[in-house]
């Protein structure tokens, strides 16, 4: 897919949610994924209680916060 530099047109729905699904995949198999999971004691959630969608997404503004300072 190009895009065009100052786009934010990012293609479609199915085009976006196979994107998405990819970039979870990638992101909960990285070891500093993991690491984050075991840092707050997460990574064994038996009840399955928190969504993996969610906790990537915790993750990721975990991240970016930390990022911004």
Same mark, same amino acid.
């Given at each position: 897919m190009n895009?065009?530099?100052?786009?934010t047109e990012l293609g479609s729905p199915m085009q976006d949610t196979k994107t998405w699904q990819h970039?979870?995949?990638v992101i909960a198999s990285s070891s500093e994924f %993991?690491?984050?999971q075991r840092s707050r004691n997460l990574e064994n959630d038996p009840k399955g209680d928190?969504?993996?969608n969610d906790l990537i997404l915790r993750y990721?503004?975990?991240t970016l %916060?930390?990022?911004?300072y």
């Open positions: 895009i065009p530099p100052g786009s970039l979870k995949q %993991e690491r984050w928190v969504p993996l990721l503004r975990e %916060e930390t990022l911004a």
